[in-house]
């Protein structure tokens, strides 16, 4: 069993954490996955998130966000660093309480939000991820002071000069030049059944 605290994680750095977590463990998988998480206005509201004073109740709001969704025998599971579920959890369940796509289950401050902005899912097949994925960090620097916003991770950035800083890339809905598709929620979960 993958334990949380045995992994390389860095707040705020979510693609990372997932390329170190794929580069460690994808051979203990059938299928192992990086999925990016936003939408076109990049402001994801998805629940249970620890960054949230109450996670169950009140939703994170993330420009993006990355998890891993593997799956070994009949079980598919979703491990997110930040997420107050469980690493890993059962995607199903996941699903569930991290998007609800159900208006009723919306705080009412937030139904129209949630419902404006929506969820879409790049799966990108984990070797494919290691090999095309590349980032300077550059998008974590604060323009103005020319400091990191959050902490950098302690070790050298995964930069391929011969990729350049590709993370937005990955996020563009018109870019199909790197591996993955975006799907709607109820494609997302077709795709892992």
Known sequence: MIKCEDCVYTGCYCEENIYKFIEKYSDQFDEVYAVFISNLRQQC?????????EPD?????????????ARKSSETCVFDFDTSLGFPCPLA?????????SASAIPPGWVQFALLTGHYFRPIEGSEFLE???SD???MIDKASGHFMSDPPNYDPIFKPNLGHNLMNFLDFENNSLPG????????????N
């Open 45 to 53: 509201v998805i629940w249970c998130q620890q960054k949230s004073e």
């Open 57 to 69: 109740v009140t939703p994170v709001c993330w420009d993006y966000h990355v998890v891993a969704v």
């Open 93 to 101: 369940l996941y699903a569930s309480q991290c998007f609800r796509p």
């Open 132 to 134: 095309t994925f590349s």
């Open 137 to 139: 960090r550059s998008h």
């Open 181 to 192: 598709n975006w799907l709607d929620y109820k494609n997302f979960l077709e795709f892992f």
